[in-house]
């Protein structure tokens, strides 16, 4: 029986392992290397001395460089408020929404569920290009305000924060509207009954038993939500202005543009570590509650 | 029966209009008869032909096809695998490790995974001159990983509404384990099966990042082509491309439907 096992397990371990972990260690150490002319465009980790022994050259300049220029910071905490801001919005449509389906007639339910999740299984791509169509200048939302009367000139929309928070928002709406789905559909109906027995009205039941309840719904709603959007880089470099440089496009700068792996690889490692601390502390807050 | 109350309805219409609204404005305009992405001056089937004249984009769609099939299909075997062990092997060394990296994939942001994919790919070239060079193989090698990991998911639920009892009855008619996977186990997770393969098969040939990063000169993928194209200015054929992407899904989902696969569960 171990030995079935092992054959199970084998492939996918062995794959795991050489092209998911260990390109991490790999990225690890580029982040310590210096940047340099050629192919590959860095100098190596592991020299070797005249006498044949081999000696590490950590260079610690691309580490220092992150937390020395105001701007990569500001980069980071920008990707950090931005991501949350856009999980906030995912929320607070989305919930109503899951709210809605779970409570709308059972045969309704499947067909509601898969026009939620219909516009995930189409290109993401094509759905942000949707929206430059609405916000361009000459887009659809200022011709019909222009057409209205509303304004007299277009209004300028898309290359701003606003239209990079709808991008975002958009695009991820799918990952908060199903666990939320999926934690209010096991609630217990018998506990609203009981509520509206005692004499709860149906927005004090909400506040005090479906809320609470659908809690941990909402965590991994808020999770699916923030983390990729932390490292987005389609979303801002498509509908967000210039100054929108949040943290994935900065690190696809330096690599494509400016062709610093070392220091591209230095961002990747920071923001690894990033992410792992706001949902470390996140986790923890909502094991205490 | 009951019915969906007011102050429930009004957020879900709302909901709905803003999923939908920005997809059948493109749909509507990738039948305009102008050049003009805003302003419907008549009917025209005019960008549909324009699109298949396009060579660049129907070779990148080609392209970006067969990545998808051959990592899809890889994606599966691997995830597959992956989920069955995970859900199955209650304990065995490392577990709790293997699940970790088996799920880490779902939620790192994509330029991490790109970079750090390009760098192996270096390495290993540099070190033992295989993969030579960078273009199809190397994106279909990434997406199969990323891919896994969502397969692994499908596969894991589908596990969990598994009835145990029909393994036990094969087993203890004499079924040997691997006859009683081939025979009792595999067409019950079937559904699950495809249903992970369709995933893998639709992430793959949506991703625009990671085979940005892993991809070489004259491979471009579709959503390379189209987010160079999408940069230097809306056109129809864009549309009517996104028009026909839908029409091809809608479909998908209804034959999936039709057949029970309920990609409902998807992530």
Redo the contacts between chains.
Sequence with gaps: ?NR??WL??A???V??????????A??FS?GFTESAEGI?PYAPLLRWREDGSPYLQLNLENFRLLFDDPFYIEAYLRSLRVAAISAALCLL??Y??A???V???ARWR?A????????F??????????????L?D???IN?ALLALGVVEAPVALLYTDLAMYLGIT?CY?P?MV?PIYATLSKLDDSLLEAAADLGARPVRAFLSITLPLSLPGIIAGF??VF??A?????IPE?LGGPDAQLI?RV??TE??QNRD?PL??AL?VV??IA?VVPIGLFQARAARA | ?????LR??V??G???A???L??L??VA?SFNDSR????FTGFSWRWYGALFANEALMQALFLSLRIAAISATMAT???T??G??LFR?AR?RGRAL?GA??A??L?M?????G???L??F??LE?AFGFPAGRGADTVA??H??FG?AYV?VVIQARLADFDLSLEEAAMDLGAR??KVFCVITLPLIAPGVVAGWLLAF?LS??D??IA??VSGPGASTL?MV??SA??LG?TPE??A??TL??VA??L??LVA?RFGL???R??
């Design positions: 029986m079935a096992r199970v397990l492939l996918p371990v794959w795991m392992a050489l092209f998911f972990a260990a390109p991490f790999i990225v580029i590959p449509i989305g109503p929404m709210l809605a389906i409570r709308a007639p499947a509601l569920l898969m026009l939620v999740v219909l516009p299984w189409t290109s993401f791509l094509l759905r942000v290009t949707a929206w430059i169509g609405l361009q000459r887009g659809w011709s958009y709406l990952f199903l999770l699916l983390i990729p932390v490292g987005e880089f389609v498509l994935g690190l696809w690599f494509f792996w591209a690889s990747a923001l690894l992410l | 029966m009951r019915r969906l109350k429930l309805l957020p879900l709302l909901g709905f803003f999923l939908y920005p997809i404005l493109m305009f003009m992405v805003t302003e075997i691997l995830g695998l992956a069955f062990a092997f065995f293997f990296i088996m880490a994939p939620v942001p994509e330029v991490i995974t970079l750090s994919l760098l192996l270096v390495g540099s090698i990434a199969a990983t896994a692994a384990p691997w639709t040939l949506d625009l990042v940005s990063f959503p189209i987010f999408v940069r809306l864009l549309y491309l996104a992407l839908l899904v809608a998908a989902l439907l309920a990609p409902g998807a992530p």
